[in-house]
């Protein structure tokens, strides 16, 4: 069984920068490992569609980012630890929301997904 679990979000201020993690356990039925899988951050802010933030690949080799959050945003991973990673920097308001990694076999189709953390930036 495969578990996802968030954790980094919480309370600041605009401007300001969190780092969210996603630590991730377990294999998968055909015992795959977290390190077999890209990986992605998503969110959903209060009222609206659940949206891509990032993706990584399986080595961390190659990225990809939403246009609203490029350049403030970097993700990574460690897969050692069996963990990704997402620095945020310069937050806004706009960045309000939960967030979620997920995990994926074949891009763009996630197959995991954690429960989220809520990120809320103040003006």
């Known amino acids: 069984q495969v578990q996802l679990v968030e954790s980094g979000g919480g309370l600041v201020q605009a401007g300001g920068s969190l780092r969210l993690s996603c630590a991730v356990s377990?294999?998968?039925?055909?015992?795959?490992?977290?390190?077999?899988?890209?990986m992605g951050w998503f969110r959903r802010a209060p009222g609206k569609e659940r949206e891509f933030v990032a993706r990584?690949?399986?080595?961390?080799?190659?990225?990809g980012y939403a246009d609203s959050v490029k350049g403030r945003f970097t993700i990574s991973r460690d897969n050692a630890k069996n963990t990704v990673y997402l620095q945020m920097n310069s937050l806004k308001p706009d960045d309000t929301a939960v967030y979620y990694c997920a995990a994926s076999w074949v891009f763009p189709t996630y197959d995991y997904w954690g429960q989220g953390t809520q990120v809320t930036v103040s003006s």
């Open positions: 990584i690949s399986w080595n961390g080799g190659t990225t």
């Open positions: 377990g294999r998968t039925l055909g015992g795959r490992t977290f390190s077999s899988y890209g």
